[in-house]
T-cell receptor
Framework: KNQVEQSPQSLIILEGKNCTLQ??????????LRWYKQDTGRGPVSLTI?????NTKSNGRYTATLDADTKQSSLHITASQLSDSASYIC???????????FGAGTRLAVHP | NAGVTQTPKFQVLKTGQSMTLQCAQD?????MYWYRQDPGMGLRLIYY???????DKGEVPNGYNVSRLNKREFSLRLESAAPSQTSVYFC??????????????FGPGTRLLVL
């Protein structure tokens, strides 16, 4: 069964600190993996997308990594800001399956 | 360019009542989707429309119907609301729908409470 699991469920960090969020998937055959950011009360917004051949993708202070062999991805946030407080959702697509498989998300709170 | 808009933002229904959630996009996208988001779970696809004039069931279609009114608009109808349909509903759109994993653009959501 195609599944996406994220950890931790929630995380609290102080402003300026770094953090790393994890995503494990069992989607096969793998096509691509996205990280979405969802602010409270808003819809998800795409941050990064990686295909099988890519193992790192950056978007400002956000850096996503992908290990297709172990089926793991991480999202690293550098020098966190209060505006980074949100849920971060890992989303995987399978080849030949034209739908997205969503993780439950990690809720990040950045405190001053 | 408003992107994807949804109405209403909030709604409270009694069990058995009906309502329609409206969604519109102004990006000239071919494909549109309805999802529900429940606490502790990933978004789940209810219905989608790969192109104007077509609709297909997603993962959790029971209790819902959809209408692709035109290329811009995709509505979701609850004929007889149940407490299990209490959720946040998101509409999304994508350019083609045929490319695996293409970017989907989400609306702000409708928060529905069924008493």
């Amino acid at each position: 069964k195609n599944q996406v699991e994220q950890s931790p469920q929630s995380l609290i960090i102080l402003e300026g600190k770094n953090c790393t969020l994890q995503c494990n998937y069992t989607v096969s055959p793998f096509s691509n993996l996205r990280w979405y950011k969802q602010d409270t009360g808003r819809g998800p917004v795409s941050l990064t997308i990686m295909t099988f051949s890519e193992n790192t993708k950056s978007n400002g202070r956000y850096t996503a990594t992908l290990d297709a062999d172990t089926k793991q991805s991480s999202l690293h946030i550098t020098a966190s800001q209060l505006s980074d407080s949100a849920s971060y959702i890992c989303v995987v697509s399978a080849r030949g399956y034209n739908k997205l498989i969503f993780g439950a998300g990690t809720r990040l709170a950045v405190h001053p | 360019n408003a992107g994807v808009t949804q109405t209403p933002k909030f709604q409270v229904l009694k069990t058995g009542q009906s309502m329609t959630l409206q969604c519109a996009q102004d990006m000239n996208h071919n494909s549109m989707y309805w999802y529900r988001q429940d606490p502790g779970m990933g978004l789940r696809l209810i219905y989608y429309s790969a192109s104007e004039g077509t609709t297909d069931k997603g993962e959790v279609p029971n209790g819902y119907n959809v209408s692709r009114l035109n290329k811009r608009e995709f509505s979701l109808r609850l004929e007889s609301a149940a407490p299990s349909q209490t959720s946040v509903y998101f509409c999304a759109s994508s350019e083609a729908g045929s490319r695996v994993g293409e970017t989907q653009y989400f609306g702000p959501g409708t928060r529905l409470l069924v008493l």
